[in-house]
Nanobody, 124 residues
């Protein structure tokens, strides 16, 4: 059984930073791509960032480019999302996702496994 467990969310003031972690069990993330998504109340789940199997190719939502960084540690079977210069509009539940492919995608329907999410709240 594949499980993804996110951690690191919380309440932070605007301009602050948080690092989210996603630990995977039941499957190795080696040779697989990973993604982060977020969902605010009343909104669709949106793509935030993705990283390919090698860690050399990444992609980001335009509004988080230069502020968020996705990374991976295959030895720990964990993916991270470093978030800097946080804004109130970044407030959402953040989810990580596992894809049975080496290549990245922005399409949430192409990810096979999901975590339960971790809440990020940015106060103004």
């Amino acid at each position: 059984q594949v499980q993804l467990v996110e951690s690191g969310g919380g309440l932070v003031q605007a301009g602050g930073s948080l690092t989210l972690s996603c630990e995977v069990s039941g499957r190795t993330i080696y040779s697989n791509s990973m993604g982060w998504f977020r969902q605010a109340p009343g909104s669709e789940r949106e793509f935030i960032a993705a990283i390919d199997w090698s860690g050399h190719t990444t992609d980001y939502l335009d509004s988080v480019k230069g502020r968020f960084t996705i990374s991976r540690d295959d030895a720990k079977n964990t993916v991270y999302l470093q978030m800097n210069s946080l804004k109130p509009e970044d407030t959402a539940n953040y989810y990580c996702a596992f894809r049975n492919s080496r290549e990245i995608t922005l399409n949430k329907r192409e990810y096979q496994y999901w975590g339960q999410g971790t809440q990020v709240t940015v106060s103004s």
